[in-house]
């Protein structure tokens, strides 16, 4: 069995699909592991390093993928990356899937065994998998910090000699991993902080973090989540009675903080220019939904944008701002889920392609798009 981690193409992406502590994991499996020179890079994890946990490095790509019977990236491989891949052999990433039909017909033609770690079932067994939480959980923080550093003052309250600072008030918008952990970080940090969402669980889990609770709980309120867990698209009369509630409290805020995304569309717009322009110059928000439209109508992807001294922070690739942290959660996500894919005596692939997360997650197979959600309509 072999294994091939390659280097990222996106020039953003700067997490790496394996760390050494993995590769030794893997080496424990009975594969051997081929890792691209320079993989590890960008997120402090130089060759030798996994040279030392006794990965061999491979100069190019196609190296790496001769003979792979697993190929592990962090991003979806762009078209032509699996140029010389064994047919048959297993491509787990982060596959983006929605809406984009030319690039599962690419992975379909290069036959290959398309695996999106993000489709991985919220379910006990796969906790460990789950890179939608594992990867959330370091944007929320990370939001926090970006915005203390665009914000300019101090977050918390501070009574000295030459009087008193107020503490810095922080909205969250979306109360997911994310938003949780943004929450969390600004309320250590000594902000007092409010938060929203749709899903009733949320108030429960927002006030037991410190934070205080802001929505319309009306009757649809309590219906607003489905059985995975996940938002729930409003109607447009909810969504018009929470605008007006957010809008009037926005513009008390000194940073907002959204994270809303619904798996498969377009971000919510959340914040409008309106609301943008009611807050105090030297206000901030985060936008981590810009790579999908944006919360914030102002947001730019990739830019600091400054709208009337009010500035809407939108980093692409948020994780990758902690490549490091990203890169060591995201492998163990990955080795976890890899392993259930090993037979452990023969010490071979045995891919059970009846089990709940291999149907959950494979996206083609054999030539073709298998999985239901994304097949061509004909």
């Known amino acids: 069995m072999r294994i091939a981690v390659l280097s990222e193409t996106d020039r953003a992406e700067t997490r790496v699909a394996a760390t050494p502590d993995t590769v030794k994991k893997y080496k424990a499996l009975g594969a051997d592991v081929a890792v691209q020179a320079g993989a590890g890079a960008q997120a402090g994890v130089p060759d030798q390093d996994f040279e030392a946990a006794g990965a061999t490095i491979a100069a190019s790509a196609a190296e790496a993928l001769r003979d792979a019977d697993v190929v592990l990236k962090v991003r979806r491989p762009a078209e032509g990356e699996l140029t010389g891949a064994k047919s048959g052999a297993l491509v787990i990433a982060i596959m983006d899937p929605y809406g984009q039909e030319a690039a599962l017909k690419s992975l379909a033609d290069a036959d290959v065994a398309a695996f999106a770690?993000?489709?991985?079932?919220?379910?006990?067994r796969a906790q460990v998998m789950d890179v939608l939480s594992s990867q959330a959980n370091l944007a929320g923080y990370r939001a926090v910090i970006d915005a203390v550093a665009e914000y300019g003052r101090a977050m918390p309250m501070m009574m000295t000699a030459a009087g008193t600072v107020p503490a810095a008030r922080v909205f969250v918008m979306g109360a997911g991993v994310a938003g949780l952990q943004a929450i969390?970080?600004?309320?250590?940090?000594?902000a007092v902080v409010t938060a929203t969402d749709v899903r009733p669980a949320a108030k429960e889990q927002v006030e037991s973090l410190g934070g205080k609770f802001v929505a319309v709980e009306d009757e649809e309120f309590k219906q607003a989540e489905t059985a995975g867990g996940y938002a729930k698209e409003m109607s447009a009369e909810y969504r018009a009675k929470q605008a007006e509630l957010v809008a009037s409290h926005i513009a008390k805020q000194d940073i907002v903080i959204t994270t809303a995304l619904i798996p498969g569309r377009p971000a919510p717009k959340l914040v409008t220019r309106e609301m943008v322009e009611s807050m105090k110059p030297g206000s901030v928000i985060v936008d981590?939904?810009?790579?999908?439209?944006?919360?914030?109508?102002?947001?730019?992807?990739?830019?600091?944008v400054d709208h009337n001294g009010v500035k809407i922070v939108g980093h692409l690739n948020v994780p990758g701002r902690l490549a490091a942290t990203a890169s060591s959660l995201y492998a163990k996500n990955l080795y976890a889920f890899v392993e259930t894919l090993v037979d452990k005596e023969t010490k071979t692939l045995a891919v059970k392609w009846d089990d709940e997360l291999v149907k959950a997650t494979c996206l083609t197979r054999q030539g073709a798009i298998v999985h239901t959600a994304f097949q061509p309509t004909v």
């Not at 770690?117 to 006990?124: G, Y």
Request: charged share 20%; net charge positive.
């Open 288 to 304: 981590l939904a810009v790579e999908r439209g944006g919360n914030c109508e102002v947001a730019q992807p990739g830019q600091v």
């Open 184 to 190: 969390a970080t600004a309320r250590r940090l000594g």
């Open 117 to 124: 770690m993000e489709l991985m079932p919220r379910i006990t």
